[in-house]
């Protein structure tokens, strides 16, 4: 199981190309349709890729949907969840809340999107500068 932004797409697209024999979903968020990758013909792996430009979501909204949406992955398999901070650790929770141990799961988050407290500090701060 592979899930990720486009944050994470070199580590994708190499685990992708470098792992023959494996069988497993991937799961690719990306900004917009046009920046979704040909990768080839792939034994074993479902690619999906998912653009954000269909609609208002934020970053990694729609791969971490996508993972939950679908069926979990074996007890055995390795998986490796990367991309904006929510989408990897919400990823690895419901990965281990699916049957996968921790050590069976790579995850790192790359960038977190601004809280609302912090939007709204950040709002006052400018407004403050404005007079």
Avoid: Q
Avoid at 45 to 55: A, F, I, N, Q, Y
Avoid at 56 to 71: I, K, Q, S
Avoid at 91 to 96: D, F, I, K, T
């Amino acid at each position: 199981m592979l899930v990720g932004d486009e944050t994470a797409l070199p580590g994708l697209r190499g685990i992708v190309r470098h792992v023959s024999r494996a069988r497993g979903r991937v799961v690719v968020e990306v900004p917009c349709e046009a920046d979704a990758e040909d990768w080839g013909p792939s034994s074993g792996m479902d690619v999906t890729w998912l653009p954000r430009d269909s609609g208002n979501h934020r970053p990694g909204e729609r791969a971490l949907a996508a993972l939950r949406a679908g069926p979990p992955p074996h007890r055995e398999a390795y998986a490796f969840v990367a991309g904006e901070s929510t989408l990897a650790t919400s990823g690895r929770r419901w990965l281990v809340g699916a049957g996968l141990t921790k050590e069976r799961i790579f995850f790192s988050g790359y960038d977190k999107r601004p809280s609302l407290r912090s939007r709204l500090h950040a709002a006052r701060g400018s407004r403050r500068g404005e007079a």
